[in-house]
């Protein structure tokens, strides 16, 4: 494993209205808070750029 494989913390901040609706998201979903932002950044991530790889490295089919 290298350090680029290492995640990194992200400070974040954002209006307690959005902070409440994700938290109900996450526990919905049965995800940690930031298991539900990565796995909606990434969601959005492939919307917009649906050839990109995965964070395996692999080209989504």
């Known amino acids: 494993?290298?350090?680029?494989?290492?995640?990194?913390?992200?400070?974040?901040?954002i209006p307690?209205?959005?902070?409440?609706?994700?938290?109900?998201?996450?526990?919905k979903n049965m995800r940690s808070l930031n298991a539900e932002i990565v796995y909606r950044l990434t969601q959005a991530k492939q919307t917009q750029d649906p050839g990109a790889e995965n964070s395996s490295g692999q080209q989504e089919l």
Not at 1 to 13: E, G, P, V, Y
Not at 16 to 27: C, I, K, T, V
Request: neutral net charge; proline residues 4%.
């Open 1 to 13: 494993m290298t350090s680029n494989d290492i995640a990194k913390t992200f400070n974040l901040r």
């Open 16 to 27: 307690p209205e959005l902070r409440s609706w994700l938290d109900g998201e996450a526990r």
